[in-house]
Nanobody
């Protein structure tokens, strides 16, 4: 059974950085596009970033406008792990972040409904 487990969240001061990890078990990561989403209490779910696996092994990332110059998504298929590197964090980035897997690796939407599997998430809190 496929599982996704996130880690790397925590409390960080404004302006700080975090790197979230998403480890897949039960299948191989290169069969999937990976998306990162965030949602907090009373807030709408937001697609933050995603990364696909294109022809030839190249990976393309797509990011929401709100994080384009601060967040970077990457993947290490050999480790079955995807990452979300976040810099210059602000209190508005406080949310539960989770990864999701889509079984069409070339397709990389920022819509949670398009994904087949989801992790439980890791909490990111940005506060002085």
């Amino acid at each position: 059974q496929l599982q996704l487990v996130e880690s790397g969240g925590g409390l960080v001061q404004p302006g700080g950085s975090l790197r979230l990890s998403c480890i897949m078990s039960g299948d191989t990561l290169d069969r999937y596009a990976i998306g990162w989403f965030r949602q907090g209490p009373g807030k709408e779910r937001e697609g933050v970033a995603c990364i696909n696996t294109a022809v030839g092994g190249f990976a393309n990332q797509f990011r929401a406008d709100s994080v384009r110059d601060r967040f970077t998504v990457s993947r290490e298929n050999a480790k079955n792990t995807a990452y979300l590197q976040m810099i210059r964090l602000t209190p508005e980035d406080t949310d539960n972040y989770y990864c999701a897997a889509k079984l069409t690796p070339w397709d990389c939407p920022l819509l949670d409904d398009e994904y087949d599997y989801r992790g439980q998430g890791t909490q990111v809190t940005v506060s002085p």
